[in-house]
């Protein structure tokens, strides 16, 4: 199982991306999915989850700016950031949830 992120960067404060996890080896239908971050110095936190079937879960701190979602013929979940802050600033990461399978980060910097 691999994940691979993408789409992270250098963003003025109001400003938008969009980062894409791109899954090999799995069924990745069948799976929920989720968005984490680390910023430095701070435990990983939980940004945004969507089950198999699309439910959805979002974190306090990013409710009404953070979308996610996905594409199962692509085995790719996104999540798409706006109104970013600094405080926003952290490394971000997919997982499968409920398992032990991490994808390699994607940097996010807000600058104000």
């Known amino acids: 199982v691999q994940l691979q992120a993408s789409g992270g960067g250098l963003v003025q404060a109001g400003g938008s991306l969009r980062l894409s996890c791109a899954a090999s080896?799995?069924?990745?239908?069948?799976?929920?999915m989720g968005w984490y971050r680390q910023a430095p110095g701070k435990q990983r936190e939980l940004v945004a989850t969507?089950?198999?079937?699309?439910?959805?879960y979002y974190g306090d701190s990013v409710k009404g700016r953070f979308t996610i979602s996905r594409d199962n013929a692509k085995k790719t979940v996104y999540l798409q950031v706006n109104s970013l802050k600094p405080e926003d600033t952290a490394v971000y990461c997919c997982?499968?949830?409920?398992?032990?399978?991490w994808g390699q980060g994607t940097q996010v910097t807000v600058s104000s």
């Open positions: 997982n499968i949830l409920n398992s032990n399978y």
């Open positions: 080896g799995l069924s990745f239908s069948s799976n929920g």
């Open positions: 969507m089950t198999s079937v699309g439910s959805t």
